[in-house]
């Protein structure tokens, strides 16, 4: 069992950037990929960006050149830099992690809240 605790969020005027972290714990061992995914009012949960253990990422394409994904070396916190924020961006981000074989995320954090706004 994986835990994951993000920190971060909070509110953010238009242009502005933000950086989101998640701390790993518990039974790392076996962990292929971990992400961010977020949440908007009335919305699915849909993907943000995600990096496996080996450096590859995946980025939505409504983040690409605004949002970084990356690991420290111990591969056991995830950070999302956000920069160039959008009302749009508003939601709550939650990360998620894989292990081998898993097609989607099976470990959740409980999510930390983006507001964009002036």
């Known amino acids: 069992q994986v835990q994951l605790v993000e920190s971060g969020g909070g509110l953010v005027q238009p242009g502005g950037p933000l950086r989101l972290s998640c701390a790993a714990s518990?039974?790392?061992?076996?962990?292929?990929?971990m992400g961010w995914y977020r949440q908007a009012p009335g919305k699915q949960r849909e993907l943000v960006a995600t990096?496996?253990?080996?450096?590859?990422?995946n980025y939505a394409d409504f983040v690409k050149g605004r949002f970084t994904i990356s690991r420290d070396g111990a591969k056991i916190t995830v950070y999302l830099q956000m920069n160039s924020l959008k009302p749009e961006d508003t939601a709550v981000y939650y990360c998620?992690?894989?292990?081998?074989?898993?097609?989607?995320?099976?470990?959740w954090g409980q999510g930390t809240r983006v507001t964009v706004s002036a």
């Open positions: 990096m496996t253990t080996g450096g590859t990422t």
């Open positions: 998620g992690a894989r292990g081998y074989g898993d097609n989607t995320m099976t470990s």
């Open positions: 518990g039974r790392m061992f076996g962990i292929y990929d």
